[in-house]
């Protein structure tokens, strides 16, 4: 489904995103995903805007589907893709209604926060893959933020967490790991 031109987060982040030099750097996330392992299969990365994680991903060998609402950052992500000669597939789509249509090896998604987005998210994880989530922290929560410890309280039954940090200062960050179990629950 196409996205309307007049979508408010399409043209809110287009135009930070016009305005605005991408760097491309990876968050440490990307690392730490394939330190840590995860099994064979497919990157997701919500919301993901001019990643240099789905690009170090990709880079990597894996197969990256990037998922945003906005178009203008997805065509310098794409352009910078093809500049490297790396593969990162990318879904113009807002995340709040967006459905995975398959398990992922990894999910990630960096500084964005919706609670049913959160939960879709997971559970399109693999067994044995990874979900890690990095969102803005406040300790009484608000919109686009949550509570110190939240993410991991939101995760479904299954998943084991393996770091989950709150940093102090003005900006403060939530950032969770986890990865689901072998097992699938039959209910
Ligand atoms: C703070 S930026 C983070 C971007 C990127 N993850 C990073 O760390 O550089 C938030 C991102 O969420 C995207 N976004 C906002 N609302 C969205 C929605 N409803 N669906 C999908 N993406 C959305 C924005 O376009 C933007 O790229």
Do not use: K
Request: hydrophobic letters at 40%; charged letters at 25%; one cysteine or more.
């Amino acid at each position: 489904m196409r996205l309307a031109p007049e979508h408010p987060d399409r043209v809110r982040w287009n135009a930070r995103y016009e305005t605005t030099s991408p760097d491309f750097a990876p968050h440490p996330f990307a690392a730490e995903a394939l330190r840590a392992g995860i099994p064979d299969g497919r990157v997701l990365e919500v919301a993901c805007g001019r990643s240099g994680t789905a690009l170090a991903l990709a880079a990597s060998g894996r197969d990256v589907v990037a998922v945003d609402v906005s178009d203008l950052a997805l065509e310098q992500l794409a352009a910078e893709a093809r500049r490297r000669g790396v593969r990162v597939e990318c879904v113009h789509a807002d995340a709040t209604t967006y459905t995975p249509q398959d398990d992922f090896a990894l999910v990630v998604a960096i500084r964005f926060w919706d609670p049913d987005v959160f939960t879709r998210a997971c559970e399109a994880v693999a067994p044995g893959g990874l979900v890690q989530w990095e969102a803005l922290a406040s300790p009484d929560g608000g919109r686009f933020r949550v509570r110190p410890g939240e993410l991991s309280a939101r995760l479904p039954a299954g998943f084991q967490v393996l770091s989950e940090e709150t940093t102090s200062g003005r900006h403060q960050t939530s950032r969770l790991t986890a990865r689901r179990g072998n097992c699938r629950r039959l209910d």
